[in-house]
């Protein structure tokens, strides 16, 4: 009963950490701790293999990526150090972060750093990763960040500055873009096709439909300051929850169905200026909210980290029956 | 024996078969088939075969018996050989006797012809003599039979004088006076008399009396006098035809000749459409003046054009009295026409009311409404004088509903056109030096507001209070409209500002309005001004106008409680809601626009150098100058909109000290220690820093006061700050320039911002953000930071003074 991801340490002595959730929801224990040679920027854990998980990290001038593998414990808590699998070394610029496929096995990876896209394939028992093919992204755009597409293997998401860019990783090709500035997270909903959620730092949550890109279909305020981070609920339709740099996770309730087919913009603005779509804002955190992770066991669970290193975690089932 | 018998075969069978038709008893007897197995017997059949015979018979017979048969058969033959021969010639007997019959009658025909002829002619003869004797007999006969015919009629004419007056009919009385069969010989004469006297109402009154008589005997007895007096009456017709038509003619005689005409029978329809014609054609000349009117009033918004508009008043009124005129003589000339002339004048009601409603696009002042109303109000009474059937009054009721609720609403619509046009002033000169820019803006908004809703006020009064007939029927409902009015108005307000402000996209028919508004080009000023407008319609503007409503209310029965079943409510307090949740996201959008603005500055001072191999510190970075006058230009803006707030002088001892102090000790701290000994305790310290902290309430509620504004803006700014520094990894100096910066920047800060302790506490956080990511934290010496930052402050000192110095010469 693994709680969605693990915590990412951002100590000085670069640990790991392996958080179990308690079978009653009730108690946080840290089953694992381990160190990580650098400071990490980014963790990703495998949507297949929850030993498995990716890190991005930073020497301080120069930046790497790695494929991680937690070793078995057998009972101890002072462990070895992690088992590398693979390291996704042909980056030159400063690496973002490193996406699996969130829907099933596959045996690719997608890693971006400012200037370019790398598709690997790994393989794990030869303990190696491959550069399958690159792209750059263009002279003008540096990249911050991405989402692989859960409903198709072969598009991803990245976001640059000035816009969100989808690539076709067959063609390694720029597909579409949406002109939005300063996305700090985009998600997409794993329910639904076409939807695609993204935090900005300033102008709130924006939420799309990838058919119709020029306008959003819903805007969120977001937070009183920057918004951070963004996920889409694994389950519940609508489901929206995001951490910002005010130190406060906010759950919004913003369904898409099938309004936007009936509804026209108007309709739109009109019903939700009348039904306020933040259902809960849970401010109790010290410091800005980076992290963000619902549960895939049980999705009404949601594990947020804060930059003091707090890791809390929550359940939203009393606010789910107001749906 | 075959072949030789074929030539006379032919002969021979045309011969039997006459004899055989002329003697055979029945010919489809002896037709008739026999049996195969034939029989002596038949001989005598049609079927008969010899040989067969022959055969039969030699078979069956015996010599005896053939020789007995063949003497009988020769006997036979001879007998028969005999018997045609006397037919034969018994034959040939009738044959002579019936030429001989031919010949006699051949000889006895011949002198038949010439008898014939004899006879024809004296047939012919006969039938010439008695023509002649008729024809010189029929003239007498027809003179015979009219006088007898006439004779009949003087003598049914003299039973009918016997007859008592009471069973006569008044046209015969007339028939006697003249002298019976003479008063119908001299119809004719008497009719042209009366065409030179032109007393045509005797003249039909003879002709029509006549009439009866013509149509019984026209055709014969009197069939001279008719021809006359129809012609005559023809004549009479044309005049009176004339007479209808002519304008110059009294009403009453053309509703005279009109009632003549049609006594005689005169299709009088297509008249009536002709006369029709004419009278909507002077409707639509009414219909040009009422427009000349409307605009005579429009125009004469000054005093001095009063008599302009007097003169085309009178003008009005004449065709008005003139059009009423016309049809008090059409309809007594065509009584039955009510409902043409009903169309007709509702009509013109209508097209009174759509021509004022056009001049109602334009500016039009209520009393100039009024005046318009009255008169269409005294045309209506004018018309329903004239024709009651018309209703015209509850016509009037109807039209002039929709056309008073419409300039209800184009005076709102005016109204906020004005409210946002004064608006729509700050925008072209965006960041321009005239200072007082947004606060003029603001004024304007706040009066042409106050004043236009005023104005409306007054305006509706006076047309409430006016004592015309139509109006106090439709008070209620005015007030209703008025309320609605305003409510509507301040919803169309509201999404006007939204529009303005460009949280909302401009539909397609606010086009025009939204052209020079493109949405990255929305000033913040007005952003701001909207926002205080926002207040103002929440604070001031709507209990004014509740007040100065009941009072008006008050002066008339109150419809409320048929305006709530209807909706047509002015909720003040909800439209008070509404402002105050639009004045505090106006406010929020100023604040998030003057943000953005700050933290693209702050992001391009934190992604473009590369932090890792900073440099050693010389000066405070430029950057904190952009902020600064960003900062400045939130200030003056702020001053020019929001009021002064309550400044809280609390210099925050207990709170701010501590968590500056806290810091301080903090970072003397980090100087005593070893650099590795620091970070490993760094983080700890900075959460036990924070235990003991009172959590800082960053984000407090914005409120409408400089200060406030301004503090909320730099705090987010200073937010920002941290959040980009903690995305960096510095060295030694880039930390140190951080310091620096931050340190130069905490005394304009505070002076600009009400809540210092907040600000200390954010300031404190960006350099704990900074020694966080920093490789080797170790913070400039406290002399060399107080030089750098006196050189900075003096320079800017140096600078302000020469900004200052130019324009004081």
């Known amino acids: 009963m693994q709680a969605g991801s693990s915590g990412v340490g951002y100590g000085l002595k670069y640990q790991v950490h392996l958080i179990r959730l308690s079978a009653d929801g009730t108690e946080l224990i840290c089953e694992g701790l381990f160190s990580h040679p650098n400071e990490i920027w980014d963790l990703r854990s495998c949507p297949f293999d929850q030993r498995i998980f990716t890190t991005v990290y930073s020497t301080g001038e120069s930046y790497g990526a790695a494929v991680w593998q937690i070793p078995e414990l057998y009972g101890q808590l002072n462990s070895p150090q992690l088992e590398r699998v693979a390291l996704l070394d042909a980056h030159v610029s400063k690496i973002k972060c490193v996406l699996w496929w969130p829907s099933g096995r596959n045996d690719k990876l997608v890693s971006i750093d400012e200037e370019n896209l790398f598709l690997w394939s790994l393989d794990s028992s030869k303990k190696a990763a491959q550069v399958q093919s690159k792209e750059s992204a263009g002279t003008m755009h540096y990249l911050s960040g991405g989402a692989w597409d859960p409903h198709d293997v072969n598009s991803i998401a990245a976001t640059c500055e000035s816009s969100v860019q989808f690539w076709d990783l067959r063609t390694m090709t720029k597909t579409s873009s949406i002109d939005v500035s300063h996305v700090r997270t985009i998600d997409y909903d794993t329910k639904k096709d076409h939807i695609l959620v993204t935090a900005e730092d300033e102008t709130g949550i924006h939420i799309w439909d990838l058919r119709k890109t020029k306008v959003p279909i819903r805007e969120l305020p977001g937070h009183t300051h920057w918004t951070w981070a963004v996920a889409c609920n694994p389950e519940y339709d609508g489901l929206i929850l995001s951490g910002g740099t005010d ?77 | ?133 008729n024809n010189s007999l029929f003239g007498k006969r027809e003179h015979i039979e009219k006088l007898h015919r006439t004779r009949n009629l003087l003598r049914k004419v003299q039973v009918f004088n016997v007859i008592p007056h009471s069973r006569k009919l008044l046209l015969f009385e007339e028939l006697f006076f003249c002298g019976k069969e003479q008063f119908i010989y001299d119809l004719p004469a008497r009719l042209g008399k009366c065409i030179k006297a032109e007393a045509y109402a005797d003249a039909v009154r003879f002709y029509t009396g006549a009439m009866p008589i013509f149509k019984a005997y026209g055709e014969s007895s009197f069939q001279d006098c008719k021809r006359a007096s129809e012609e005559a009456v023809m004549t009479i017709t ?118 004022t409603e056009q001049h109602m696009k334009k500016r039009v002042s209520t009393a100039t409404f009024l005046r318009v109303l009255r008169i269409i109000w005294d045309d209506v009474l004018l018309i329903d004088h004239v024709l009651p059937e018309a209703l015209l009054h509850d016509y009037c009721f109807k039209v002039s509903q929709s056309a008073i609720k419409q300039y209800v609403s184009s005076m709102f619509s005016h109204l906020l056109d004005d409210v946002s046009g004064a608006m729509m002033k700050v925008h072209p000169q965006q960041n321009n030096v005239a200072e007082e820019q947004l606060q003029v803006a603001l004024e304007a908004g706040k009066n042409s507001l106050l004043k236009g809703s005023m104005d409306l006020l007054l305006g509706f009064r006076q047309l409430l209070e006016d004592n015309l007939d139509l109006l106090v029927k439709l008070r209620e409902l005015i007030t ?223 409120e409408f006061t400089r200060e406030s504004v301004v503090t909320t803006i730099i705090k987010l700014g200073l937010k920002s700050l941290q959040e980009f520094v903690r995305l960096q990894t510095l060295n030694r100096s880039g930390f140190q320039q951080i310091q620096l910066d931050i340190q130069f920047l905490r005394t304009p800060l505070k002076e600009l911002a009400e809540d210092e302790a907040a600000i200390d506490f954010l300031l404190d956080e960006v350099i704990v953000g900074a020694s966080d990511r920093c490789l080797d934290p170790t913070p400039l010496e406290p002399p060399i930071l107080d030089k750098l930052i006196h050189a900075k402050t003096a320079e800017t000192k140096e600078q302000n003074s020469s900004v200052a110095s130019p324009t004081s010469q």
């Open chain 2, 1 to 133: 024996m075959a072949i030789e018998d074929a030539p006379l075969d032919d002969k021979a069978k045309r011969m039997r078969d006459l004899l055989s038709s002329f003697y055979a008893p029945d010919p489809s007897v002896a037709g008739g088939s026999l049996p195969k197995g034939a029989s002596l017997d038949a001989i005598n059949t049609d079927s008969f075969d010899a040989d067969q015979y022959m055969n039969l018979l030699v078979q069956r017979a015996n010599l005896e018996g053939l020789l007995q048969k063949h003497v009988e058969m020769a006997a036979e033959i001879k007998n028969l050989d005999t018997d045609l021969q006397m037919l034969v010639y018994e034959n040939y007997n009738k044959f002579i006797s019936a030429t001989d019959a031919i010949k006699r009658m051949k000889s006895n025909i011949v002198g038949m012809e010439a008898n014939m002829e004899q006879l024809l002619d004296k047939i012919m003869s006969v039938q010439s003599r008695s023509d002649g004797v």
């Open chain 2, 480 to 702: 209703d409209w008025v309320q609605a009015g305003f409510q509507q108005f301040f919803e169309a307000l509201d999404t006007r500002f939204l529009l303005l402000s460009g949280r909302i996209k401009s539909s397609p028919q606010d086009q025009s309005l939204s052209e020079g508004l493109q949405s990255e080009k929305i000033s913040s000023g007005l952003v701001l001004v909207l926002a205080q407008l926002c207040v103002f319609v929440e604070q001031t503007a709507i209990p004014r106008i509740t007040e100065a409503r009941t009072e008006i209310a008050a002066s008339f029965s109150s419809s409320g409680a048929r305006g709530y079943e209807h909706g047509l409510v002015f909720h003040p307090t909800e439209i008070s809601r509404v402002f105050q949740s639009a004045s505090e996201k106006f406010l929020h959008q100023y604040i998030n626009m003057r943000t953005h603005r700050i933290s693209v500055l702050l992001r391009k001072r934190f992604t473009t150098p590369n932090w890792i191999k900073h440099k050693e510190p010389r000066e405070v970075h430029m950057f904190v100058d952009l902020f600064l006058q960003e900062l400045e230009a939130v200030g003056s803006e702020v001053k020019q909109i929001l009021s002064q707030g309550v400044r809280k002088h609390r210099r925050s001892e207990s709170n701010g000290s501590t968590t500056s102090s806290l810091s301080n000790s903090l970072r003397d701290d980090k100087l005593r220690r070893s650099n590795t000994q620091r970070a490993r305790s760094q983080l700890l310290e900075t959460h036990l820093a924070k235990l003991f902290k009172q959590k800082v309430e960053i984000f407090t509620k914005v």
């Open chain 2, 238 to 355: 044309k005049n009176l035809q004339g007479k209808l038509f002519s304008d110059s003619e009294s009403i009453q005689t053309r509703a005279e000749a009109a009632v003549l005409l049609k006594q005689l029978d005169f299709p009088v329809d297509g008249l009536k459409v002709r006369l029709f014609e004419k009278l909507e054609q002077s409707l639509g000349g009414l219909q040009v003046k009422i427009g000349d009117v409307a605009d005579a009033l429009e125009e004469s918004n000054d005093e001095q054009e009063n008599d302009l508009q007097l003169g085309f008043a009178v003008a009005h009124d004449a065709s008005v009295h003139e059009f009423v005129e016309t049809v008090r003589a059409y309809r007594v000339i065509f009584p039955d026409s009510e409902s043409q002339l009903i169309k007709l004048s509702e009509d013109l009601i209508t097209k009174h009311f759509l021509i």
């Open chain 1, 247 to 323: 130190s406060a996770v906010n759950l919004w309730l913003a369904p898409t169905g099938s309004r936007d087919e009936i509804t026209s913009d108007s309709g739109q603005n009109s019903l939700s200026l009348k039904v306020d779509p933040l259902v809960n804002s849970y401010t109790d955190y010290e410091d800005s909210v980076y992290g963000l992770a619902w549960s895939s066991r049980e999705p009404w669970i949601f594990a947020s980290l804060s930059y003091d290193g707090r890791v809390v975690v929550e359940s939203v089932k009393p606010y789910l029956s107001r749906k």
